[in-house]
T-cell receptor
Framework: GAVVSQHPSRVICKSGTSVKIECRSL??????MFWYRQFPKQSLMLMAT?????????EQGVEKDKFLINHASLTLSTLTVTSAHPEDSSFYIC??????????FGEGSWLTVV | GQNIDQPTEMTATEGAIVQINCTYQ??????LFWYQQHAGEAPTFLSY??LDGLEEKGRFSSFLSRSKGYSYLLLKELQMKDSASYLC??????????WGAGTKLIIKP
C-alpha cells in the first residue's frame, strides 16, 4: 500500500482563491519532504524542499509567496497555492525521505483552476 | 489491487547493455514513466510511453506493450554515472501515479 498519501487527489478551485494540498507519510517520520509539479508528458519539476520545523527551500523561479509550504510535523507537509490562476493548473506530487537513500512518492494531486 | 513490479537490484558492467523490466496491473492506463534517481537526490525524468513500441533517446530507450502490461528501460554503453535507482510509474485511469519500488542498478568497472 501507499506509504505517502496526498489529499485531495483532485481539486477544482476558482481563480483568485487558495487551495491546500496535504502530503502525509504513513507509518514513518519524514524530516524532509519534496514538492514537485509535473506538466503533461513532461518531467517532474522540483518546486521546493520542505524540512520539518524550518522554512522550505525553494527552487529558482518558484514563487515562495505563491506556493506556501508548511512542514509542521514529521508526518505532514502542506502546499498552499495562493491566489490561484488557470496557469497554476497542474499535477502536484510530493515525496518524503525515509533515509538518505530512500524516498517515497505520493499519488499526486490534480489542481484545476477555473 | 494496483501493482507495479520491477527487480530490486541489478548489476552490469561498464560499457555493456542492461534492460530493466517493469510489469504493471493498474485500473486503467494513461501512460508509463521512467525516472532515474541518484541516492538522496530528486528523480529525473527519462521517458514517457503511452503507445506501444520503442522510444529511443540517446543511450536510453523505453519499450511498452499495453496488452502485456509490460515495459522495459534499455540502457546502452553503460557509464559509471548510470549507477542509480530506476523508477517505473504508471498513471492510472484517475490520472494518479502508481509507483514501482525502483530498481537499484550497480555498474561495475
Amino acid at each position: 500500500g501507499a506509504v505517502v498519501s496526498q489529499h485531495p487527489s483532485r481539486v477544482i478551485c476558482k481563480s483568485g482563491t487558495s487551495v491546500k494540498i496535504e502530503c502525509r507519510s504513513l507509518d514513518f517520520q519524514a524530516t524532509t519532504m519534496f514538492w514537485y509539479r509535473q506538466f503533461p508528458k513532461q518531467s517532474l519539476m522540483l518546486m521546493a524542499t520542505s524540512n520539518e520545523g524550518s522554512k522550505a527551500t525553494y527552487e529558482q523561479g518558484v514563487e515562495k509567496d505563491k506556493f506556501l509550504i508548511n512542514h509542521a510535523s514529521l508526518t505532514l507537509s502542506t502546499l498552499t497555492v495562493t491566489s490561484a490562476h488557470p496557469e497554476d493548473s497542474s499535477f502536484y506530487i510530493c515525496s518524503a525521505r525515509v533515509s538518505e537513500n530512500t524516498i517515497y512518492f505520493g499519488e499526486g494531486s490534480w489542481l484545476t483552476v477555473v | 489491487g494496483q501493482n507495479i513490479d520491477q527487480p530490486t537490484e541489478m548489476t552490469a558492467t561498464e560499457g555493456a547493455i542492461v534492460q530493466i523490466n517493469c510489469t504493471y496491473q493498474t485500473s486503467g492506463f494513461n501512460g508509463l514513466f521512467w525516472y532515474q534517481q541518484h541516492a538522496g537526490e530528486a528523480p529525473t525524468f527519462l521517458s514517457y510511453n503511452v503507445l506501444d513500441g520503442l522510444e529511443e533517446k540517446g543511450r536510453f530507450s523505453s519499450f511498452l506493450s499495453r496488452s502485456k502490461g509490460y515495459s522495459y528501460l534499455l540502457l546502452k554503453e553503460l557509464q559509471m554515472k548510470d549507477s542509480a535507482s530506476y523508477l517505473c510509474a504508471v498513471m492510472d485511469s484517475n490520472y494518479q501515479l502508481i509507483w514501482g519500488a525502483g530498481t537499484k542498478l550497480i555498474i561495475k568497472p
